[in-house]
């Protein structure tokens, strides 16, 4: 049988949370840390999460979670007293990323994993299955017809992504409208697809250029969008409520705004874009005239990050946006008024309603900190109850984390960075330091818990975050400052970053060292070539080290890969002057290179050609690989091997000044 009851498995059974349902008044109920736990080994911040992304099954009876089992991230299915649970694994090398309620008796359940195909040779990339089952635990059934875990069982092609679910169909509890590429020429078709069978209808047939297509609110399919796999170019179509095509070509306002879905009237959809401002904004627009109605939304600092919709209706009823911590303004106003009832009772904190019973005023909210990476609570309006259910991840308790704060950082030029400055308990002085730019690059560090940082901190070091040009967040303005900046402005902010903390008497200067994954890995290794004499090892985990390469390769496998891609390297200079596989020779400090073989996003033998090149030049390094784990380290033995790896690197390149291996690969 495809899914066990679970035997054995570490985790918080909710009779404790359902106790607490008891009290009278709106109250918090923690759990509490019997025992001084000072001492945490590495496999706690290897572990994966034990509790997460909990799913109220329609009714509020039941609710679908996701946990650690055996190393790797699983689904599991419970009444709300704990006395029946099931437990969905993985199944092979994949594992399950998202669950839907279909109705109260079934769910889907989406698989991912990376593959090779035949036509792309060794080449690894991304796909996805969609699982239906019952909420027992049994009658699984891979719901694309004809379609096995990782195989075509009719010899065919079949569509590498089938978990993009157009809507769940609330109405219609028995069927979902899914859409999936399965003749593999760039462009989906949506299905009206039955979850307990997986038979299906095509309910809209496929259209040159189009990946994504929108539902409105009574669930016709009004809009699609995506790019053409032959011209490159954008492509839209819009439709009217009769199913009748308005529009198949380009529309002005694609230039400016990005779609985010249908509102109440059928004409009118929710977009974000800049518009007349630097950040990123929520307004309403006609699809009948392509203008903009409203501005639903903006924030004078920060970009919004993304819509929320309502649980009950999926109209769009607030937004989600990133300061120190991730907060909420709903536009609706009794999701806002709940909201205000729960920071009200978790002060400080930054706290994200994460699911709902349809049609009851009863929610699931995570709530989390620099210190905790989340703790979820049960919220019963009506009865004034705040209960705790559980922590997000075990043995963490924010007692023995490291604060991390935000500072402004004058760059050479002027310019502040932000930045996050995570201290480690009880220390003072010049410390031991790890820089740590994040990866993307068009992504951004904030203040909440990370595995990582808190992982450093715990043995010891300073952790710098800097959000450098080129991070999103923070507007257009210091996104586009970073665009053709590979190794050049990028990189100086990262180096000012790290002569503040040398300056302010926060770093040691001999004990400096800079680590980070994909983008952040290739800014570890520019740093050593770019800074001689500024750090004293650096780290890269699945990194950019070859940038023509990289190039080439998502030219290749990616539809609409044209645009970042003439965004990467540096202005005016050839790539392989800021390819750190090519400069492999101007490192002068020791290096560690961890890469995943399954990376679907940087090609696994970048690492391993690096490597060659850095034993070519009789350069000090180790190299570890993992088999699984994917480009984020996905699985707990995959970050156990690394981190494992990681503190000892650190202690013999900061503590000892040097590597005890020159040139070894660590399998």
Known sequence: MFVCIIMGVKMMTFRRAWQALLAVSLTVTHMTVAEDRQELPVEAFAALETFVEPRLSPSGQKIAYFTTYQGKRAGVVQTLDGKSRVLIPPVEEAQPFQ???????RLLVAYRFSTKRAV???????????????????NMKWIVLGEEYGRNRHGRASAPWQHQIVSILPDEP??????????LDGANEVRRMNVKTGRYKVVHDDARGIQTWYADHKDRIRLGVGTDLISKERSIRIYDTKGKLTADSDAAWMDTYAIIGFSADPDVIYVRGRGASDRMSVYTLSLLSGEILDTVMTHD????????????TGIPAGVVYTEDFQKIAYFDARLKRVQGLIDGALKGRSNIIVDKARGKEIYIVRSMSDRDPGSFYWFDVKAKNLAYIAPAREPIYPEQMAATKEVMITARDGTEVPTYVTTPLGQTGAMPTVVLPHGGPY????????????FLAKRGYLVLQPNFRGSDGYGAQWRRAGYNQWGGRMQDDVTDVTHWAINEGLADARRICIVGGSYGGYAALMGAIKEPGLYACAVSLNGVTDIPHLKNFDEDFFIDATDWIKRMGLEGVEDEMVSPKHRADEISVPVMLFQARDDSRVPWRQAERTAEALDAAGKPYIMGMSELGGHSLTNAQSRLKFLTMLEAFLADALDDGQLNTVGAAAQ
């Not at 669950?99 to 008796?105: E, H, R, T, V, Y």
């Not at 792309?120 to 049994?138: K, Y």
């Not at 600092?301 to 009950?312: K, S, W």
């Open 443 to 454: 992504a951004r560090s904030t203040a909440h818990w990370d595995f990582w940082s808190q």
């Open 174 to 183: 028995n069927y979902v409208l899914i859409q999936l590429d399965n003749d």
């Open 120 to 138: 792309f040779g060794a080449t690894r990339l991304e796909e996805t299955r969609l699982a239906a089952i019952d909420a027992s635990g049994e």
């Open 301 to 312: 600092r920060v970009d919004l990050d993304y819509i929320l919709d309502h649980p009950d």
């Open 99 to 105: 669950i839907w309620w279909a109705n109260d008796k």
